[in-house]
């Protein structure tokens, strides 16, 4: 209990110098009350050196008591902690009764099972036969990259102030919270951090910027909430609702990792399947109803996702809500409740679309077949009734995704490429001159949006395109210059280069050669 220190809590016990005898002293009032008390008057303070000025009488034999030297060890203070911050028993009487106490819970490294844990639980269970907390959030140690504790004298303590400034805090956040379980000792390394940015990080701030900059050409203002009717605008709601769901029962049983990689996961379904099969709803020039629903959608999914940030990326979570609502704080938001509708079905049957869509990427892959490159056929082979009626019902989802013409349900897989085992999915490699045609003109116009970004042109920029070359690659200009014009916002498509201010590049394509020109229209 008590050390050999000046600095610390006194020890509040006075010892006879004449017979030996000690006393313990429980409040200032009972000082006081002591027969021959000196020193007391105008006491500053309870700490050394003003009370070991206090003395007084010993019952015993009327002697001089005087406070002994020690202090009392600091892991008294903290296990005092949940009583001396509210001066109870002398202050705050209710503090047993009112919520306060037991805490919900305590959080600490591995290292206080033996000190704060255990000082917190031993004083409380001297006290009172019962624990101070409910819970307990136990860390493990961060190491240096080779496994080793960080150590002053070995030189492999990472400075934090040096990774907040050059990654920002919110970044170490996420990474201390998806490394690994908490109570498990991590390595600490920069390269892990500039993962999280470039991967989660960066998905969730391009999926905000995308709407920022279409919700400002199209000037869009949220109108409130109303129930979506297009499949993927009630598949995303659905599966922000289960995450507004999910995350409160992991954050409420202690299990902030947990949550964190539920987060992780929704943002990729946002982004990568979400925006990604809405492009067009948002690119399109009418302003109609799908278009509303389509902004309003991503708007709730994000305000709402910020909001569910806030306690564990308090930084981003803060930029992203006050811009969209321009409202004071994220923090001063309630946290959401799972209110949305919750299409589970659609769910499903959107995961099984999600599964076939990447089997077939899979194949494309191996296959060298680009995905830009149209195929005949997709054929599905599974014996399990859920899983073909969710291909029925979002087929055409699935072959837009994977720029295929036609899908079939087959009972035995045709001698084609497939990969799957539970479902199995194939494809067809015959490629018609038309097919290829229709390749071609989607290679060109990736080609011709690239070109619009190095010449600095806005996104609403309209163009002139002009272009030499190769026959067949001046065929597939002329004769896919509909496909061509509406994807890069081409006013003009025209044979040959003319002289002046062009912004100019050659593009070879499967061994040919086109020089493509493009010039920016004149508002």
């Known amino acids: ?89 002398f202050e705050n009487k209710t503090l047993l009764e009112d919520g306060r106490f037991p805490a919900d819970y305590i959080c600490e490294a591995i290292d206080q099972t033996r000190g704060w844990f255990y000082s917190l639980h031993a004083i409380s269970t001297l006290l009172l036969k019962r624990p101070s907390y409910k819970n307990v959030l136990c860390l493990g140690h961060i190491l240096d990259e080779k496994g080793e504790k960080m150590s002053k004298s070995k030189g492999n303590v990472v400075d934090p102030w040096l990774i907040f400034e050059k990654y920002g805090a919110d970044p170490l956040r996420w990474y201390f919270l998806t490394s690994g379980p908490p109570e498990s000792s991590r390595r600490f390394s920069v390269k892990e951090i500039e993962k999280i940015i470039r991967g ?49 029962e992991r954050m409420e049983s202690y299990d902030p990792s947990g949550a964190a990689r539920l987060i992780e996961g929704f943002v990729d379904k946002l982004s990568n399947w979400y925006v990604r099969r809405s492009r067009r709803r948002f690119w399109k020039s009418e302003r109609d109803e799908d278009k509303r ?29 006050k811009n969209l609502t321009g409202e004071e704080s994220v923090h001063l ?20 679309a999600i599964k076939v869509c990447e089997l077939g990427r899979s194949i494309r892959s191996r296959e060298g077949i680009k995905i830009r490159q149209p195929l005949p056929k997709l054929f599905i082979k599974t014996g399990v009734e859920a899983y073909r009626k969710a291909v029925r019902r979002l087929s055409q989802v699935i072959l ?34 038309e097919l290829k045609m229709e390749g071609l003109a989607r290679e060109l116009v990736r080609r011709i949006q690239n070109m619009r970004k190095k010449a600095g042109l806005d996104i609403v920029d309209r163009i002139r395109i002009y272009f030499e070359g190769d026959e067949e690659l001046e065929e597939v200009m002329e004769k896919e210059r509909g496909y061509i014009s509406q994807e890069t916002l081409s006013v003009n498509i025209e044979k040959g280069i003319p002289e002046g201010d062009l912004f100019t590049e050659v593009q070879r394509i499967d061994g040919k050669e086109m020089r493509i020109g493009i010039r920016k229209v004149s508002q």
Not at 208 to 233: C, H, Q, T, W
Not at 335 to 348: C, K, N, Q, S, T
Not at 408 to 431: A, C, F, H, N, R
Request: with cysteine; aromatic share 12%; glycine share 6%.
């Open 293 to 321: 629903s389509a902004y309003m959608t991503l708007y709730t999914c994000l305000v709402e996702l910020s909001k569910i940030l806030a306690p564990l990326l308090p930084f981003i979570s803060e930029e992203i809500y």
């Open 1 to 89: 209990l008590s050390r050999e220190r000046y600095w610390g809590t006194p020890l509040p016990i006075w010892r006879c110098e004449s017979c030996g005898g000690f006393e313990c002293i429980g409040s200032v009032s009972e000082l006081k009350g002591k027969r021959g008390v000196k020193g007391i008057d105008g006491l500053k303070e309870l700490h050394r050196p003003y009370v070991d000025g206090v003395s007084f009488e010993c019952e015993k034999c009327g002697g001089r008591m005087v406070r002994v030297s020690e202090v009392i060890d600091c892991w008294f203070d903290s296990g005092a902690m949940p009583f001396a911050q509210w001066h109870y028993p």
């Open 333 to 352: 938001a309630d946290f959401p409740e799972p209110v949305f509708i919750e299409d589970e079905e659609l769910v499903h049957d959107m995961n099984i």
């Open 200 to 248: 989660f990080l960066s998905t969730l701030w391009n999926v905000y910027s995308f709407f920022v900059m279409y919700a400002n050409i199209d000037k869009f203002e949220p109108e409130g909430f109303r129930e979506p009717e297009n499949e993927l605008d009630i598949w995303i709601i659905s599966e922000l609702n289960i995450l507004i769901r999910k995350v409160r």
């Open 400 to 433: 837009d995704e994977l720029n295929i013409k036609e899908l079939e349900l087959v009972q035995d897989m045709p001698d084609v490429p497939y990969e799957g085992e539970e479902i199995k999915v194939g494809i067809s490699k015959d490629i018609t001159p």
